[in-house]
C-alpha cells in the first residue's frame, strides 16, 4: 500500500505533449500548492514562503518561473495557474504539493485537478465544492508531499524545545488535521515524530490529538489528548502540526482544546504557531525543483 502511494504521488502527466507553442524549447514553471483557507494569515505565510525561495529557485537551471496556487478557499485556484501556464506557453510544470501527508487531496484530488488522473467521483465532488480541474497542455510533474522529508521531525523538535522548562517531566501532544481515508498514514507519520522528538529532546512521551473532520472538527480530541500527557507528566507541550497557521483551527479548535483543561496555565504550554516558517521547508522545496528540473533536462522518469 505504501509503495504504491509514493509511486502516484510523485507522478507525471505523460499524456501531455507539452505546449505546442513552445514546441523543441523546454519551458519549465514550479507550482506551489496548498490546501488554502478562508485565513488571511494562512495565505500570507504561503506567499511569503513562495517569496523566500524564489531566488534560490531562480538560479536552478532550466527553471523559468515560480508561483503559488491554492485548492479551495483562496485565489488564485490550482485550475487557474495551469491555464496562466498555458497561456505562456510553457510545456512543463512542476507541481509540489506543501501538504504535510498523504491523502486524499494529495493522493486522488491534486492528480485529477492537473490532469494526472480521471475520477469521475472525484471531479463530479470538486464541482459540487466549486474545484475546477483543468487538463494542461503542459507536461506535469507532481512531487511528493513533506512526509517524505526529514524536515518535520526537526521542526517539531525546534518547537517543542522552544516551550520546554524541563523535558523529562514533560509530555508532548501532538495535533494534526488527519485524514479518514488515509489515517493509518497519519499515525504512522505522528508516531515516528514523537519517538524521534522524545528521543532527541529528552521528553518523557508523546501523544496525538486530531483537529480536522476524523475529530469532527471538535477540540474534544486535543483536550483528551492533553489529559492523557498530564495524568503521566507534569506538564503538556501542545504542537500544532499544521503547515500553516488558520484562526480556526489553532485558536478555535485547539486553543480551545487547550483552555477546556483544569489548570491548563500552569500545567500546559501551547503556542498557537504551525510548520512554517521554517528554513529546512524552504531547502526542500529547492531540492524538489532541482530534483524534478533535473529529471526534466535529461528525460528521466522519477519513480
Partial sequence: MLLLI???????????????????????????????????????????????????????????????AFMEHAEPSIAASLRNLDRKGYTDIIVIPVFLSVGTHVFDDIPTIIGQKQNPTTIEQMKLDGIE?????????LSRPLEFSELIGK????????????????GLVLVGY???????????????????VCKEGGFGGYTTAWCGHVAH????????????????????????LLVSFSEKFQIGIIGEGVNAVDDNEKRVRYKPDSILPDGELEAWIVKMAKTHAAAIRTGKTLQ
Avoid: M
Wanted: with cysteine; glycine share 6%; aromatic share 4%.
Fill in 6 to 68: 509514493t509511486a502516484c504521488t510523485s507522478g507525471e502527466n505523460p499524456a501531455a505533449d507539452g505546449n505546442p507553442e513552445n514546441e523543441g524549447t523546454k519551458k519549465t514553471a514550479i507550482l506551489l500548492i496548498n490546501h488554502g483557507s478562508r485565513s488571511n494569515e494562512w495565505k500570507r505565510q504561503l506567499l511569503e514562503l513562495e517569496r523566500r525561495v524564489s531566488s534560490r529557485v531562480a538560479a536552478i537551471e532550466g527553471i523559468d518561473t515560480l508561483s503559488t
Fill in 133 to 141: 480541474h483543468y487538463i494542461p497542455l503542459a507536461r506535469t510533474h
Fill in 155 to 170: 521542526n517539531v523538535l525546534r518547537r517543542a524545545q522552544a516551550l520546554s522548562a524541563n523535558p523529562s517531566e514533560e
Fill in 178 to 196: 488527519g485524514s479518514s481515508g488515509f489515517q493509518e498514514n497519519w499515525e504512522h507519520l505522528f508516531r515516528n515524530t514523537g519517538k524521534q
Fill in 217 to 240: 472538527y471538535s477540540p474534544d480530541s486535543a483536550a483528551s489528548a492533553i489529559r492523557r500527557i498530564l495524568k503521566k507528566h507534569e506538564r503538556a507541550i501542545v504542537i500544532p
